[in-house]
């Protein structure tokens, strides 16, 4: 059973409830840097100056993320959903020291079925596509990718693995309700009809803007649900 499938079968036509938080290296970002960070140079060179330490306050971290994901769980949770929002700041090998491994970490850890019904998690992370892969082999449901990956070719790249969730850039939502629907019609064409294993979750390839206008939500919603039945009345 693909991630979507679980998706649909855990809400059983009730209201969808993602529990979320962010990821062991995230968290530790704002931690470090008391905020949000243009460079990241505090907790980057933390990192590499004292790794030990660095894994220490990211063990402790993903520890508590699994805490609290868990209580999520147990609290109605249908799915969860992990944010390694500043992920793709680090270098080849510190993400995989420093963040690939805690997120390993906390997949390992979370509560996989409830009253009978499996709990899908979902992990994304910011400027991941380098490690599409590695990331499909943590053991989550769906792969979040952003707007700079091309659907098609995580798909081809991740397989049957696990589902992919993503990735209309935010920023298209600025636009007026033709070309929102042409960028969502162009996400959707590129993924392709899932098969088994393959499933996709339309989603923003990250966050949404405040000053988004309501009518482009409402054009984009309205058109995945059309155009995705179109797609599947081809088959």
Not at 170 to 198: C, H, I, K, N, Y
Not at 205 to 219: D, K, L, N, R
Request: glycine share 10%; proline share 5%; hydrophobic share 40%.
């Amino acid at each position: 059973m693909d991630a979507v499938s679980e998706i649909r079968r855990a809400l059983d036509g009730s209201v969808p409830l993602i529990g979320f938080s962010g990821s062991p290296w995230t968290l530790a970002c704002y931690m470090v840097e008391g905020g949000s960070s243009s460079d990241y140079r505090k907790v980057k060179s933390l990192a590499y100056s004292r790794p030990d330490l660095m894994h220490h306050i990211l063990d402790v971290t993903a520890r508590a993320v699994v805490s609290y994901l868990n209580a999520q769980i147990e609290a109605g949770a249908h799915a969860v959903m992990v944010f390694d929002s500043w992920g793709g700041v680090l270098s080849e090998a510190a993400y995989q020291e420093f963040s690939l491994r805690y997120l390993q970490q906390v997949q390992a850890g979370l509560i996989r079925e409830r009253d009978g019904v499996r709990v899908p998690s979902i992990v994304f992370t910011k400027g991941g596509g380098p490690w599409l892969e590695q990331i499909a082999d943590t053991g989550c449901s769906a792969v979040g990718i952003d707007w700079t990956v091309d659907p098609g070719q995580a798909r081809a790249r991740i397989g049957e693995r696990c589902a992919i969730q993503g990735n209309l850039d935010p920023m298209a939502l600025m636009a007026g309700p033709e070309q929102v629907s042409a960028e969502a019609r162009r996400v959707l064409d590129r993924f392709g009809v899932p098969g088994e294993g393959t499933g996709h979750v339309f989603n923003l390839g990250h966050g949404i803007s405040q000053f988004t206008p309501p009518e482009s939500v409402t054009a984009l919603v309205e058109t995945v649900h059309s155009y995705s039945r179109e797609q599947r009345s081809r088959i």
